[in-house]
DNA sequence: ATATCACCATACGCCGCCGCATGGTTTTAA
DNA sequence: TTAAAACCATGCGGCGGCGTATGGTGATAT
């Protein structure tokens, strides 16, 4: 039973109950089969799990990013369609970010969130100036244009998914008409 | 001291604590100056409240939807944008919505804004109908990646306003951008 | 004038969680 | 082999919140 073990059981928790809340530590323990004792020996008290948890949380985006960006793809329009998927994708399969993005109320939430966002939109944003030579300030508003409506769409998936048409629940087509209106396009056909 | 009294300070709860637990009895009656004894000769329990709140949000969101979609205007061009205010603007200037929608988890909460959105993505998607002589699928996708970009936008601007760029920050800026994307612009210069 | 009703106040028991204190057990090291 | 260190179990006190019981007002009706 080490640190590691508690922060990714919080952040399981907070992947599955969706709120901030649901990392406590004696529901915890007993989802470990462990007790407090072994917590508050290696936490001195729940904010440092959260903050552990946090961490743990950047990190593995922060990698995924990475990761993504540095694909040795030749199509630069694969390349960015991969960097969008690995952008947005994680709120369509992985409800932890969303559940972040709900409890940004807490300052260090917001934090960890401001450095994440910020890193994807200077991904993408610079990956479109590469790819399109579009002006730095044109960009950045098709990348912010982009992700904002991925994580709206993302959220309503998740919440409300009824108001949604069948269409626009599946992944990869949100990705194509994002990709494509990245591109300029309005919203029309499919273009091959 | 009436229903009506609690159902309101529970809305002001939740929109200034952002979150459904900050609907509780106790701070609540600490806030508005009564007791317990009070609270449980209107309500049977706290889940009542919850509901009656709810229940409130909902009409007035309504009554304003209404409002914006009968308002007299020649303009259709004025309409839309009228329309698209109240539809996104609310998310800008009050936290409620954005409070419920992280809280959509709770069946209620979501049944709720399901019914909401719904009617306002019928709206604007009858309105583009009507204006641009849209057929019915493209305005739906219109509206959808509208209210997604708007609804993606203000979740930024609330919880990590240092991602967006100043422009993006002003409601007024938004909403001409967004009125332009449905136009089927690209999302270029300003146009008078 | 008194009985009833709408309405509110106070006090209590309960539950879930945090944090600490204390004592036990296993591992490491000398 | 024994002392120290790492690690875990258990129990307690406290806090904040829910729900209830019970008693107290003032108004209204008869």
């Known amino acids: 039973m080490t640190a590691a073990d508690w922060a990714d059981a919080a952040?399981?928790?907070?992947?599955?109950?969706?709120?901030?809340?649901?990392?406590?530590?004696?529901p915890l323990a007993a989802r470990l089969g462990a007790t407090k004792g072994s917590f508050y020996w290696h936490f001195t008290n729940r904010d440092a799990l959260i903050d552990a948890a946090l961490a743990g949380w950047e990190a593995r985006s922060?990698?995924?990013?990475?990761?993504?960006?540095?694909?040795?793809?030749?199509?630069?329009a694969?390349?960015?369609?991969?960097?969008l998927r690995t952008m947005t994708g994680l709120a369509h399969r992985d409800p932890t970010e969303l559940a972040l993005l709900a409890e940004a109320g807490q300052p260090r939430v917001a934090a960890v969130l401001e450095r994440v966002i910020s890193r994807r939109l200077d991904a993408l944003t610079s990956l479109l100036r590469a790819t399109l030579s579009l002006p730095e300030?044109?960009?950045?508003?098709?990348?912010?244009?982009?992700?904002?409506?991925?994580?709206?769409?993302a959220q309503l998936a998740r919440a409300?998914?009824?108001?949604?048409?069948?269409a626009a629940r599946?992944?990869?087509t949100c990705l194509d008409s994002a990709w494509r209106s990245l591109l300029g396009a309005t919203a029309g056909e499919p273009q091959p």
Chains 1, 2 share one sequence.
Do not use: F, K, N, W
């Open 137 to 153: 300030e044109e960009a950045r508003q098709r990348a912010l244009r982009a992700y904002c409506d991925q994580l709206g769409r």
């Open 170 to 172: 599946d992944e990869e």
């Open 11 to 26: 952040l399981d928790a907070l992947r599955d109950e969706g709120s901030l809340s649901a990392i406590a530590i004696e």
């Open 62 to 76: 922060t990698r995924e990013l990475r990761e993504a960006v540095s694909v040795g793809e030749r199509e630069p």
């Open 78 to 83: 694969a390349r960015g369609r991969e960097l």
């Open 160 to 166: 409300i998914p009824t108001v949604l048409p069948e």
